[in-house]
């Protein structure tokens, strides 16, 4: 998971929307991030870290030009260095500039492909890379079949090879240099991918394009729906746009984007992010009456704060107080999103604190978004016993992660999934909880499904039922990915 976003703009210079748009993906992805505009050069600024560390006035200044991407960056594959940050570009052909959310399942062979077919240098890890270097290859040729083609025919040429090459989740925002913004997003729309416009007083219109509509309200922008999956859209300088849907095919979208990445007032693909999470509370609330209907907590504690939304729709649902009986210290990052499992677990108790009057002499019930690797939620049921809860009960938002995800979600190995290799029961034992009760895989896609005006196939929920739309992934796939991910870390290390 990463941000990612694109603006071009008649009047304004795109760099201090595209700072404030990074903002507000923040979440996304804490790692690192860059900005890389254009006027008659190409201007970039990348860094480790965040947001607000990597970008001051001075490298702001120099960011010039009405047309502009960003990234934040949150590391699926490859290292935690600036090599590693996008955007990325390349000279040839016009200079492009590309960044992007997804993962590539075919990563390996591509890279391979690309050196000895194309001749071209991969001078990093990412992803985005090999797209860039795909696409750039194809805008490339100039041969008989180009004759009569426009600029975005062109680009749609390209884009179209890298859907047939590359395979798996990918969103994608780029620039070509004096002619303007282009975006895609993977035939299954598995990594979000929203646009939005805004009506200048000049009669012109400027145009966004980002993982989140998280910073429209802010910068003015109203949203005019999804980029769609297979669909290629390109705005030229003078504003003129393009799209068109290059490929139609089973539309996938992520579904942990709603149990846990998107933030609660995003709308991710016609669905409202905070109203389904009420959704996942009313069913887990129905689900916990029936299978147990003698057992009512005292309180119902979310895990702070991606669980705050279900929790309270339990509560209600059940008729119980909601109390907010953890204190999450905001200036702390996610845990989840940080690379190494060590830090992950030292940093539970750093970030939360119990509310003692809240807790002790209680029966609790803790509401969280999903269980990973449960190092997290045992830690919480550790504190919350501490503090004296006569009984802890603990439910999931999510059904049990029990496969990697290869599409741009660190949770590559099943070795790290609580759910992989252990029961139910077990990992009520491991946690050490009275009752643990999970969302059902159709519960969750009710919640998300259920509303909305949206064109949603099946949401994409290969971690929670092995089902992955690429037809690559099989058990073979899956061991040699993994090894490749473990392989990865240790050299990290
Ligand atoms: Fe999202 Fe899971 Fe699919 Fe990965 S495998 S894209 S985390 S639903």
Do not use: W
């Given at each position: 998971m990463c941000g990612i976003v694109g603006i071009i703009s008649s009047q304004k210079q795109a760099a201090a929307e595209l700072y404030e748009s990074l903002i507000h993906l923040q979440h996304r992805g804490q790692d690192a991030a860059g900005i890389m505009t254009y006027n008659e050069r190409f201007h970039m600024k990348k860094g480790t870290g965040l947001i607000r560390d990597i970008f001051d006035q001075q490298n702001m200044a120099r960011l010039l030009g009405n047309t502009g991407i960003g990234h934040t960056r949150y590391p699926t594959v490859g290292g935690f260095s600036i090599e590693e940050a996008q955007p990325v570009s390349t000279n040839v052909p016009y200079g492009i500039a590309m960044a992007h959310n997804g993962n590539l399942v075919n990563y390996s062979e591509l890279v391979r492909e690309v050196s000895e077919q194309n001749h071209r240098h991969i001078n990093s890890s990412v992803d985005i890379e090999v797209i860039l270097h795909i696409f750039a290859h194809?805008?490339?040729?100039?041969?008989?079949?180009?004759?009569?083609?426009?600029?975005?025919?062109?680009?749609?040429?390209?884009?179209?090879?890298?859907?047939?090459?590359?395979?798996?989740?990918?969103?994608?925002?780029?620039?070509?240099?004096?002619?303007?913004?282009?975006?895609?997003?993977?035939?299954?729309?598995?990594?979000?991918?929203?646009?939005?416009?805004?009506?200048?007083?000049?009669?012109?219109?400027?145009?966004?394009?980002?993982?989140?509509?998280?910073?429209?309200?802010?910068?003015?922008?109203?949203?005019?729906?999804?980029?769609?999956?297979?669909?290629?859209i390109f705005v030229e300088e003078n504003g003129t746009t393009h799209s068109r849907l290059l490929r139609k095919e089973q539309f996938t979208p992520c579904i942990f984007e709603y149990v846990y990445f998107s933030r609660p007032d995003s709308i991710q693909n016609e669905v409202s992010v905070y109203r389904s999470r009420l959704r996942m509370g009313q069913n887990l609330a129905i689900r916990w009456t029936e299978q147990h209907p003698d057992t009512l907590p005292d309180i119902v504690i979310p895990a702070p704060s991606t669980a705050n939304t279900a929790a309270l729709s339990f509560a209600n649902e059940l008729g119980v107080r909601y109390s907010e009986g953890l204190y999450k210290n905001p200036f702390i990052g996610r845990t989840f999103i940080m690379p190494g499992q060590e830090i992950r677990k030292k940093s539970v108790r750093y970030k939360l604190v119990p509310q003692e009057f809240e807790i002790r002499d209680k029966n609790v019930l803790i509401v969280d978004d999903s269980i990973v690797r449960g190092n997290t939620s045992r830690e919480i049921v550790r504190m919350v016993r501490e503090f004296g809860a006569k009984k802890v009960y603990f439910v999931s938002a999510c059904p049990p992660v029990k496969f990697p995800c290869f599409y741009g979600v660190d949770m590559p190995?099943?070795?790290?999934?609580?759910?992989?290799?252990?029961?139910?029961?077990?990992?009520?034992?491991?946690?050490?909880?009275?009752?643990?009760?999970?969302?059902?895989?159709?519960?969750?896609?009710?919640?998300?499904?259920?509303?909305?005006?949206?064109?949603?196939?099946?949401?994409?929920?290969?971690?929670?039922?092995?089902?992955?739309?690429?037809?690559?992934?099989?058990?073979?796939?899956?061991?040699?990915?993994?090894?490749?991910?473990?392989?990865?870390?240790s050299q990290l290390a």
């Open positions: 194809e805008l490339n040729r100039s041969d008989d079949s180009t004759n009569g083609l426009t600029f975005f025919d062109q680009i749609c040429r390209a884009v179209e090879t890298v859907f047939s090459r590359a395979s798996g989740a990918y969103s994608v925002v780029g620039i070509i240099m004096n002619r303007g913004l282009f975006v895609f997003r993977d035939p299954h729309g598995i990594r979000p991918l929203v646009k939005g416009i805004r009506k200048n007083s000049d009669g012109t219109t400027d145009h966004i394009f980002a993982s989140e509509t998280s910073m429209f309200y802010a910068l003015g922008f109203e949203l005019a729906g999804n980029v769609a999956p297979g669909e290629v190995t099943r070795d790290e999934l609580a759910a992989a290799k252990r029961s139910v029961e077990e990992i009520k034992e491991y946690m050490g909880v009275d009752i643990l009760m999970y969302q059902k895989i159709e519960d969750l896609t009710e919640a998300v499904t259920r509303k909305g005006e949206h064109n949603i196939d099946r949401p994409c929920m290969a971690c929670l039922d092995s089902f992955y739309i690429t037809d690559n992934v099989n058990e073979e796939k899956m061991g040699s990915l993994e090894k490749q991910r473990n392989l990865e870390r």
